[in-house]
């Protein structure tokens, strides 16, 4: 008799314990926990140093997109099931707010120009070769009511992909060209910027951008817009068939790019 109640005795105390014990477990988070951060993540493709450069002040950008339906070959495939270079949702916007978390981590506030233009162009009827005329007065109010160190216009090139990729160390990343517009006075500025961008850019990934492109004369736009800031470039990110892992790449590449770059007092 004495036995048994010694038994029964363990028995309840051993499940008094039980739920204590398992508190005290180390815990495995959940693989919905593990989708968000994946998602939000985008820093891993960067440097394993997140933290802002210490030798620059941070740094306020402001994001556009002038051809904001351009879009990539097999980004367009997977969402739709269709090979398209231009789309009304699956386009180059969608990097817009993965670029901006990236230079978030890299020490620099960036905002998205609040107008999907070609939408407010294709409302009004206005041509696609007035994309510049048609979204300069939104970067005018942008620009007017606050001050950024770096404009950002950024593009997809219409080259194929052996022509806009890069492979470093076994990983494939997505070509970047800054182009600038030499007819205005201060055009020497913004050339200035680019060229500080791709040094960064290639020291940290070497063939990572292509050459700087200059345009101007008949049949060009000339300016793009940049005569409204002297730290204004526009970014032909990658071409037609890159991958969006090799443009998730390339991002960071550039918000590293842009948090360490020394800026001359404009």
């Known amino acids: 008799m004495k036995k048994t109640l010694k038994i029964w005795t363990i028995a309840i105390f051993i499940l008094f314990l039980f739920p204590i014990l398992l508190q005290l477990l180390p815990t495995k988070q959940s693989d919905n926990s593990s989708v968000m951060l994946k998602q939000k993540a985008y820093i891993v493709y960067a440097s394993n140093v997140v933290e802002p450069p210490k030798h620059t002040s941070p740094k ?3 994001l556009h997109f002038t051809h904001s339906e351009e879009a990539y070959e097999p980004i367009t495939l997977a969402a739709s099931g269709k090979v398209a270079v231009s789309h009304k949702t699956e386009n180059i916007t969608k990097l817009g707010e993965k670029l901006k978390l990236q230079l978030a981590a890299f020490g620099a506030e960036a905002e998205l120009l609040p107008v999907d233009i070609q939408k407010v162009m294709a409302q009004k009827s206005i041509p696609y070769h007035r994309s510049y005329k048609a979204i300069r007065p939104y970067l005018q109010k942008s620009l007017a009511e606050n001050k950024y160190d770096i404009v950002l216009d950024i593009h997809r090139d219409s080259l194929p992909a052996n022509k806009t990729t890069a492979t470093v160390d076994g990983n494939r990343y997505a070509k970047v060209a800054f182009v600038i517009g030499k007819e205005h006075k201060n055009y020497a500025k913004n050339y200035e910027v680019a060229k500080r961008l791709t040094e960064g850019m290639e020291a940290k990934v070497p063939g990572i951008t292509r050459n700087i ?4 004369g008949p ?19 990658g071409g037609i068939g890159n991958t969006e892992e090799e443009l998730n790449r390339t991002v960071a590449i550039i918000a590293e790019a842009v948090g360490g770059l020394t800026l001359d007092e404009q």
């Not at 049949?219 to 793009?224: I, L, S, T």
Request: charged share 25%.
């Open 60 to 62: 306020k950008v402001l």
């Open 213 to 216: 492109i200059v345009k101007g």
């Open 219 to 237: 049949g060009v736009d000339g300016k793009y817009n940049q005569d409204l800031h002297p730290g204004f470039v526009l970014i032909e990110l």
